[in-house]
């Protein structure tokens, strides 16, 4: 079984600064993807970014620029450097954790939520 717990998000005003960490324990093997989605109210859940056990990230087009996702593999540990935030930022932020297999298998945090606002 695989946890993955959560921290940082909360308030901020247009053009601050977040950053959301996430910690994975139990059975973790390579490969694997550990990265963030969100979903905002009405809206599907999307990929904010992520980054492969080999060191490769994607980025969603709307954070490219503002957004750092990075990771630590001894640690099982991911980051997102959430900078410029901008109103439609605002979310419910999930981390994820994907093993790549054949289905891939996919674990799921809690959510923090991420408020931009004036």
């Known amino acids: 079984q695989v946890q993955l717990v959560e921290s940082g998000g909360g308030l901020v005003q247009p053009g601050g600064s977040l950053r959301l960490s996430c910690a994975a324990s139990g059975s973790i093997f390579s490969p694997n993807a550990m990265g963030w989605y969100r979903q905002a109210p009405g809206k599907e859940r999307e990929l904010v970014a992520r980054?492969?056990?080999?060191?490769?990230?994607n980025y969603a087009d709307s954070v490219k620029g503002r957004f750092t996702i990075s990771r630590d593999n001894a640690k099982n540990t991911v980051n997102l450097q959430m900078n410029s935030l901008k109103p439609e930022d605002t979310a419910v932020y999930y981390c994820?954790?994907?093993?790549?297999?054949?289905?891939?298998?996919?674990?799921w945090g809690q959510g923090t939520q991420v408020t931009v606002s004036s």
């Open positions: 980054v492969i056990s080999g060191g490769s990230t």
């Open positions: 994820s954790l994907q093993f790549i297999l054949n289905p891939p298998k996919n674990y």
